[in-house]
């Protein structure tokens, strides 16, 4: 049987083995691989294999990914660049977004970000993952972070698989290594609120407070940047209603304002009375607060405002909270449990789901029962209870 011969886009070339410094036999693979994707110019790709065996086999993996439009040209796109091009790319986000976005790619640009992407793996995610679970792992500015929760982690690993499905998409790299790195498992956390007994002990509290009306608006049902960007423009106390127009978030160590979460987070709601009193109290005591300080108060122009008139960082909001809470002898949940008792109580009152959803600004009502809408120890336990009941039948 006569000898097959070689296919045009091999070569047998001799060449200088780097080690002896002897010339070797080399099969030069070169091939036509389709046009680049950026600058619609020819491109070849070359491969030098040892035998012809592993030369034909390079040639058909390359001629089929140059047929299928998959071929990656070699590239020393860095892992920083990647990430850098991938933000820019999400113009449509608002700042808060962009900078939540930025803060999950920290760690993988701090650790890798030199390192060219095609020359990322899976290895270096994986391990990438341990080490935040287990803390220790430094910041650009050298700080040693504390271990990450598994939600924390697993958010950066869904960030960090988009940046490589859109490195792919965009052929930089021929796979995304992120997408089989697995999830930290975390234990189900169920929503803390409070119950009625403990809004009724916090209110009394709250009554006290010169921002009192802040955690009223939480017991209300208002995001922690709604209340913080709740304007007086937006509540009118003579019609009783209240606008969620104005959302006011901390992004990348600075506060910003934007619009509402969602479409279904700008809401109008009805004030009712216990609101109505609480919120012309705050009024009254802001109109006297600038009465005392004259020219040099604030706006005035947020329902929520410091002494000098100016509106709130939204973590000082969360610090005072705290204390509000410690103060009022209640065990602590988080501002957010506010807004997930108003839900909750509703949701026991027997408010439907759907209305309840349009009042704490979901577009989604089976979201708010999942998430919000559980069942309390009380009621839990008055349900019991109604189980013990004689059966007068069997009397």
Known sequence: MSRQQLPPQIKKVEVLDRSTGKP???????????AHPETGKRRQAKRHCRTEQ?????????????????????????VEQVCVNYIAG?????????????????????RHGK?????????????????????GTKTAKGRTRRPWSPIAVNKVISTIDQVLDDALEQKTVTANVAAKVARV?????????????????????????????????????????????????????????LSIANNRVSAGGATVENDPKSHASRRELPLPARLVTVLRGAKKRQAAERLALGEHYGSGEYVVSNEIGEPYNPAVLSRYWA???????????????????????????????????????????????RVYAHSQDDALKAAGRSLDRPNKSSV
């Open 323 to 369: 204390d509000a809470v410690k103060a009022a002898g209640v065990r602590h949940i988080k501002l957010h449990g506010g807004r997930h008792t108003a839900a909750t109580l509703m949701h026991l009152d027997g408010v439907p789901v759907a209305v309840i959803a349009a009042w704490i600004g979901h577009s989604d009502p089976t979201l708010t029962l």
């Open 90 to 110: 999400r113009h449509n986000l608002r700042e808060s977004s962009l900078s939540k976005l930025a803060y999950d790619l920290a760690p993988l640009r701090e």
């Open 185 to 241: 498992s975390s234990a189900q956390k169920d929503v803390d609120t409070f119950t009625e007994a403990e809004v009724d002990q916090l209110r009394a509290r709250f009554s006290k407070d010169r921002i009192g009306h802040a955690w009223e608006l939480a017991l209300y049902g208002l995001r922690r940047g709604e209340i913080a960007g709740l304007r007086w423009a937006d509540v009118d106390l003579k019609a009783k209603t």
């Open 54 to 78: 592993e030369a034909r086999k390079v040639l058909a993996e390359l001629q089929n990914k140059a047929v299928t439009g998959t071929y990656v040209s070699p590239s020393k796109v860095t």
């Open 24 to 34: 070797v036999v080399r099969y030069r693979v070169k091939v036509d691989v389709g």
């Open 115 to 135: 390192l060219p992407v095609q020359r990322l793996t899976k290895a270096h995610l994986d391990q990438l993952v341990t080490d935040l679970v287990a803390g």
